[in-house]
Protein backbone atom coordinates (compact mmCIF):
# COMPACT_ATOMS: atom_id res chain seq x y z
CA UNK A 1 0.00 0.00 0.00
CA UNK A 2 1.17 3.34 -0.80
CA UNK A 3 1.80 5.40 2.52
CA UNK A 4 1.75 9.39 1.68
CA UNK A 5 3.21 10.33 4.69
CA UNK A 6 5.95 7.82 5.19
CA UNK A 7 7.93 11.31 6.23
CA UNK A 8 5.97 11.33 9.76
CA UNK A 9 5.53 7.61 10.14
CA UNK A 10 3.92 3.87 8.88
CA UNK A 11 0.47 4.69 7.93
CA UNK A 12 0.27 1.28 6.84
CA UNK A 13 1.79 0.42 10.53
CA UNK A 14 -1.05 2.72 12.18
CA UNK A 15 -3.97 0.32 9.82
CA UNK A 16 -2.71 -2.77 10.39
CA UNK A 17 -2.30 -1.88 14.02
CA UNK A 18 -5.89 -0.83 14.65
CA UNK A 19 -7.66 -3.53 12.62
CA UNK A 20 -5.99 -6.13 14.58
CA UNK A 21 -7.04 -4.72 17.57
CA UNK A 22 -10.58 -5.12 15.89
CA UNK A 23 -10.27 -8.17 14.58
CA UNK A 24 -8.58 -10.51 16.72
CA UNK A 25 -11.15 -12.74 16.32
CA UNK A 26 -12.85 -11.83 13.25
CA UNK A 27 -16.08 -10.81 12.78
CA UNK A 28 -18.23 -13.50 14.18
CA UNK A 29 -20.90 -10.96 13.72
CA UNK A 30 -20.93 -10.49 9.93
CA UNK A 31 -20.02 -14.25 9.31
CA UNK A 32 -23.11 -14.85 11.35
CA UNK A 33 -25.56 -12.87 9.71
CA UNK A 34 -24.50 -11.79 6.28
CA UNK A 35 -23.48 -14.65 3.13
CA UNK A 36 -20.35 -14.01 1.86
CA UNK A 37 -21.96 -13.33 -1.79
CA UNK A 38 -23.44 -10.40 -0.58
CA UNK A 39 -22.70 -7.35 -2.01
CA UNK A 40 -23.03 -3.96 -0.10
CA UNK A 41 -22.57 -0.59 -0.94
CA UNK A 42 -21.83 2.25 1.86
CA UNK A 43 -22.55 5.60 1.93
CA UNK A 44 -20.20 7.91 4.22
CA UNK A 45 -22.12 11.05 5.33
CA UNK A 46 -21.25 14.07 7.18
CA UNK A 47 -23.63 14.14 10.29
CA UNK A 48 -22.05 17.62 11.27
CA UNK A 49 -20.72 20.54 9.36
CA UNK A 50 -16.96 19.68 9.22
CA UNK A 51 -13.64 19.58 7.61
CA UNK A 52 -13.04 16.76 6.01
CA UNK A 53 -8.89 14.74 6.45
CA UNK A 54 -8.10 11.31 6.21
CA UNK A 55 -10.68 9.95 2.94
CA UNK A 56 -7.25 7.85 1.77
CA UNK A 57 -6.62 6.42 5.11
CA UNK A 58 -10.11 5.09 5.21
CA UNK A 59 -10.09 3.64 1.80
CA UNK A 60 -7.00 2.14 2.75
CA UNK A 61 -8.59 0.40 5.89
CA UNK A 62 -11.07 -1.05 3.34
CA UNK A 63 -8.81 -1.90 1.31
CA UNK A 64 -6.32 -3.85 3.59
CA UNK A 65 -9.49 -5.92 4.24
CA UNK A 66 -10.75 -6.68 1.00
CA UNK A 67 -8.12 -5.22 -2.12
CA UNK A 68 -10.63 -4.97 -4.56
CA UNK A 69 -13.30 -2.52 -2.83
CA UNK A 70 -14.42 0.31 -5.03
CA UNK A 71 -13.39 3.90 -2.93
CA UNK A 72 -14.48 6.93 -4.54
CA UNK A 73 -14.47 10.25 -2.33
CA UNK A 74 -17.04 13.09 -3.54
CA UNK A 75 -14.58 15.83 -1.75
CA UNK A 76 -11.14 16.56 -1.51
CA UNK A 77 -9.22 16.65 1.64
CA UNK A 78 -9.06 19.42 3.45
CA UNK A 79 -13.08 20.60 2.48
CA UNK A 80 -15.43 21.79 4.46
CA UNK A 81 -18.95 19.91 4.18
CA UNK A 82 -22.45 20.88 5.37
CA UNK A 83 -24.51 18.00 7.47
CA UNK A 84 -26.17 15.91 5.18
CA UNK A 85 -23.17 15.70 2.82
CA UNK A 86 -22.06 12.49 0.75
CA UNK A 87 -18.05 11.94 1.24
CA UNK A 88 -17.62 9.38 -0.13
CA UNK A 89 -19.42 5.92 -1.43
CA UNK A 90 -17.42 2.53 -0.90
CA UNK A 91 -18.53 -0.83 -2.37
CA UNK A 92 -17.63 -4.36 -2.41
CA UNK A 93 -18.44 -7.53 -0.28
CA UNK A 94 -20.68 -6.35 2.78
CA UNK A 95 -18.92 -8.80 5.12
CA UNK A 96 -15.56 -7.15 4.31
CA UNK A 97 -16.75 -3.88 4.30
CA UNK A 98 -19.06 -4.56 7.42
CA UNK A 99 -15.10 -5.70 9.42
CA UNK A 100 -13.78 -2.55 8.21
CA UNK A 101 -16.60 0.00 8.97
CA UNK A 102 -15.53 0.47 12.68
CA UNK A 103 -11.60 1.02 12.10
CA UNK A 104 -11.83 3.13 8.96
CA UNK A 105 -14.72 5.55 10.77
CA UNK A 106 -12.91 5.76 13.95
CA UNK A 107 -9.51 6.97 12.27
CA UNK A 108 -11.51 9.25 9.73
CA UNK A 109 -13.49 10.86 12.37
CA UNK A 110 -10.65 11.72 14.28
CA UNK A 111 -8.75 12.90 11.80
CA UNK A 112 -11.63 14.80 10.79
CA UNK A 113 -11.88 16.49 14.21
CA UNK A 114 -8.79 17.34 14.53
CA UNK A 115 -8.59 19.33 10.61
CA UNK A 116 -11.82 20.90 12.18
CA UNK A 117 -11.10 22.40 15.02
CA UNK A 118 -7.68 23.34 13.14
CA UNK A 119 -9.33 25.15 10.62
CA UNK A 120 -11.74 27.39 13.03
CA UNK A 121 -8.31 28.35 15.05
CA UNK A 122 -6.62 29.34 11.54
CA UNK A 123 -9.80 31.59 10.62
CA UNK A 124 -9.87 33.42 14.18
CA UNK A 125 -6.11 33.72 13.58
CA UNK A 126 -7.34 35.45 9.78
CA UNK A 127 -3.58 35.01 9.05
CA UNK A 128 -1.17 37.14 11.25
CA UNK A 129 0.21 34.18 12.15
CA UNK A 130 0.88 30.74 12.21
CA UNK A 131 -1.23 27.95 14.19
CA UNK A 132 0.72 24.88 14.92
CA UNK A 133 0.66 21.47 16.75
CA UNK A 134 2.40 20.23 19.39
CA UNK A 135 3.29 16.99 21.02
CA UNK A 136 0.16 16.27 22.25
CA UNK A 137 -1.19 13.93 19.90
CA UNK A 138 -2.58 10.55 20.23
CA UNK A 139 -0.20 7.84 21.29
CA UNK A 140 0.52 5.78 17.82
CA UNK A 141 -1.22 8.34 15.55
CA UNK A 142 0.87 11.75 15.64
CA UNK A 143 1.24 10.80 11.89
CA UNK A 144 -2.60 10.90 11.37
CA UNK A 145 -2.98 14.06 13.60
CA UNK A 146 -0.23 15.93 12.12
CA UNK A 147 -1.28 15.87 8.58
CA UNK A 148 -5.14 16.35 9.73
CA UNK A 149 -3.75 19.86 11.12
CA UNK A 150 -2.16 20.03 7.90
CA UNK A 151 -5.65 19.57 5.94
CA UNK A 152 -7.18 22.32 8.91
CA UNK A 153 -5.04 25.15 8.01
CA UNK A 154 -2.27 24.81 10.72
CA UNK A 155 1.18 23.76 10.23
CA UNK A 156 3.37 21.12 12.04
CA UNK A 157 5.51 21.88 15.30
CA UNK A 158 8.58 19.49 15.90
CA UNK A 159 7.44 15.90 15.01
CA UNK A 160 10.01 14.25 18.03
CA UNK A 161 12.31 14.90 20.24
CA UNK A 162 15.14 14.85 17.98
CA UNK A 163 13.45 17.21 15.44
CA UNK A 164 14.09 20.44 17.10
CA UNK A 165 15.88 21.76 20.44
CA UNK A 166 12.81 22.92 22.49
CA UNK A 167 14.48 24.11 26.40
CA UNK A 168 11.61 24.00 28.48
CA UNK A 169 11.11 24.43 32.32
CA UNK A 170 12.47 21.26 33.64
CA UNK A 171 15.49 20.84 31.15
CA UNK A 172 16.07 24.68 32.45
CA UNK A 173 16.05 23.46 36.28
CA UNK A 174 18.36 20.57 35.16
CA UNK A 175 20.99 22.60 33.40
CA UNK A 176 21.11 25.06 36.05
CA UNK A 177 19.55 28.11 34.14
CA UNK A 178 18.49 29.17 31.06
CA UNK A 179 21.81 30.75 29.72
CA UNK A 180 24.05 27.37 30.67
CA UNK A 181 20.99 25.50 28.57
CA UNK A 182 21.26 27.78 25.50
CA UNK A 183 25.32 28.04 25.18
CA UNK A 184 25.37 24.10 25.88
CA UNK A 185 22.12 23.49 23.07
CA UNK A 186 24.57 25.88 21.02
CA UNK A 187 27.26 23.89 21.40
CA UNK A 188 26.09 20.32 20.76
CA UNK A 189 22.95 21.00 18.45
CA UNK A 190 23.51 20.85 14.30
CA UNK A 191 24.33 23.92 13.02
CA UNK A 192 21.33 23.92 10.90
CA UNK A 193 18.95 23.60 13.65
CA UNK A 194 17.23 26.36 15.83
CA UNK A 195 17.15 26.78 19.19
CA UNK A 196 14.27 27.52 20.84
CA UNK A 197 13.43 28.35 24.43
CA UNK A 198 10.22 28.58 26.64
CA UNK A 199 9.95 31.43 29.48
CA UNK A 200 7.91 32.55 31.89
CA UNK A 201 8.45 36.09 32.88
CA UNK A 202 9.86 39.32 30.91
CA UNK A 203 13.43 38.80 32.69
CA UNK A 204 13.57 35.02 31.65
CA UNK A 205 13.22 36.73 27.74
CA UNK A 206 16.04 39.07 28.63
CA UNK A 207 18.10 36.29 29.35
CA UNK A 208 16.86 34.10 26.51
CA UNK A 209 17.55 36.70 24.25
CA UNK A 210 21.16 37.42 25.71
CA UNK A 211 22.12 33.67 25.55
CA UNK A 212 20.93 33.99 21.85
CA UNK A 213 17.67 32.02 21.73
CA UNK A 214 16.19 31.84 17.64
CA UNK A 215 12.85 31.10 19.04
CA UNK A 216 11.62 32.01 22.15
CA UNK A 217 7.98 30.54 23.59
CA UNK A 218 6.20 33.02 25.75
CA UNK A 219 4.17 30.56 28.14
CA UNK A 220 0.92 31.50 29.25
CA UNK A 221 1.23 34.83 29.47
CA UNK A 222 -1.78 37.06 29.36
CA UNK A 223 -2.47 39.61 26.29
CA UNK A 224 -0.63 42.66 27.82
CA UNK A 225 2.55 40.64 28.78
CA UNK A 226 2.66 39.00 25.14
CA UNK A 227 2.56 42.78 24.07
CA UNK A 228 5.20 43.93 26.17
CA UNK A 229 7.10 41.01 25.16
CA UNK A 230 6.74 41.59 21.62
CA UNK A 231 8.49 44.74 22.20
CA UNK A 232 11.08 43.77 24.11
CA UNK A 233 11.84 41.45 21.46
CA UNK A 234 12.00 43.99 18.71
CA UNK A 235 12.23 41.14 15.63
CA UNK A 236 15.50 39.34 17.71
CA UNK A 237 14.05 36.04 17.76
CA UNK A 238 10.80 34.11 16.61
CA UNK A 239 8.00 34.70 19.45
CA UNK A 240 5.81 31.92 19.92
CA UNK A 241 2.49 32.36 22.73
CA UNK A 242 1.61 28.91 24.42
CA UNK A 243 -0.52 27.75 26.93
CA UNK A 244 -3.84 29.47 28.09
CA UNK A 245 -4.84 30.49 23.69
CA UNK A 246 -8.28 29.11 24.07
CA UNK A 247 -10.44 30.09 20.73
CA UNK A 248 -12.11 32.64 21.80
CA UNK A 249 -8.32 34.72 22.36
CA UNK A 250 -6.85 33.68 18.82
CA UNK A 251 -8.25 36.90 16.97
CA UNK A 252 -6.37 38.83 20.25
CA UNK A 253 -3.10 37.22 20.85
CA UNK A 254 -2.71 37.27 16.52
CA UNK A 255 -2.83 40.40 16.41
CA UNK A 256 -0.24 41.42 19.24
CA UNK A 257 2.59 40.84 16.58
CA UNK A 258 3.57 37.13 17.40
CA UNK A 259 4.54 34.39 14.87
CA UNK A 260 3.30 31.31 16.07
CA UNK A 261 0.84 30.61 18.65
CA UNK A 262 0.85 26.19 19.35
CA UNK A 263 -2.03 24.58 20.62
CA UNK A 264 -2.28 21.02 22.05
CA UNK A 265 -5.97 21.31 22.30
CA UNK A 266 -6.16 20.60 18.57
CA UNK A 267 -4.59 16.91 19.66
CA UNK A 268 -5.42 16.23 22.79
CA UNK A 269 -8.29 16.16 23.66
CA UNK A 270 -10.30 17.34 20.41
CA UNK A 271 -14.02 15.65 19.88
CA UNK A 272 -14.55 13.30 17.03
CA UNK A 273 -16.51 14.70 13.70
CA UNK A 274 -19.45 13.02 13.21
CA UNK A 275 -19.33 10.97 10.38
CA UNK A 276 -21.73 7.72 9.51
CA UNK A 277 -21.95 4.85 7.07
CA UNK A 278 -25.11 3.68 5.97
CA UNK A 279 -25.76 0.33 3.85
CA UNK A 280 -27.36 -0.78 1.27
CA UNK A 281 -27.22 -3.96 -0.69
CA UNK A 282 -25.81 -3.82 -4.27
CA UNK A 283 -29.11 -4.96 -5.61
CA UNK A 284 -30.73 -1.90 -3.66
CA UNK A 285 -33.25 -4.37 -2.20
CA UNK A 286 -32.18 -3.08 1.36
CA UNK A 287 -30.82 0.36 2.97
Known sequence: MRDPWSELGSVAAIIDTALAEDLASGDVTGRATVSPEVGAVA????????????LQVAEAVFRRVEPGVGFTAYVREGARVTVGTEIARIEGPAQALLAAERTALNLLQRMSGVATLTRAYADAAGGRCRITDTRKTMPGLRALDRYAVRCGGGHNHRNDLGAAVLIKENHVRAAGGI??????????????MKIECEVTSHAELREALAAGADIIMLDNMDDAAV???????AGKAILEVSGGVGLERIAA?????????SVGRLTHSVPAADISLLFERADGTWA
Open 227 to 233: REAVAIT
Open 179 to 192: TPAITRARQVAPHT
Open 253 to 261: VAQLGIDVI
Open 43 to 54: HMVAKANLVVAG
